[in-house]
C-alpha cells in the first residue's frame, strides 16, 4: 500500500513537471487512472503521461486511463 502511494506521489509530480497544473493518480498494481486539469489534452501529451506511468510501474498500455477535467 505504501508502495502504491509513493509511486502515485511520483507519478503525479513527474506529469506535473510537463506543464499540467494539476494532477491526480490513482494506482493499483494493474491499473493507472490519471485525472488531469487541461484545456484539451493534445496527442503527444497523452504519450508523455503514458510514458511517465508506463516506466514507473510497467503497467500495460491499456490499463491506462486518462481523464480530463477543465
Do not use: H, P, W
Not at 502515485?8 to 499540467?20: A, D, Q, T, Y
Not at 494539476?22 to 494493474?30: G, H, I, K
Not at 496527442?43 to 498500455?61: C, F, L, M, P, Y
Request: charged share 30%; glycine share 6%.
Amino acid at each position: 500500500m505504501a508502495k502504491s502511494i509513493e509511486t502515485e506521489g511520483k507519478i503525479e509530480n513527474l506529469v506535473k513537471s510537463k506543464g499540467f497544473s494539476e494532477c491526480m493518480v490513482y494506482y493499483d498494481t494493474e491499473r493507472v487512472d490519471v485525472i488531469v486539469k487541461t484545456n484539451g489534452l493534445l496527442s503527444n501529451e497523452a504519450a508523455q503521461i503514458k510514458d511517465i506511468i508506463v516506466r514507473e510501474t510497467g503497467v500495460d498500455d491499456k490499463n491506462i486511463s486518462i481523464v480530463e477535467i477543465n
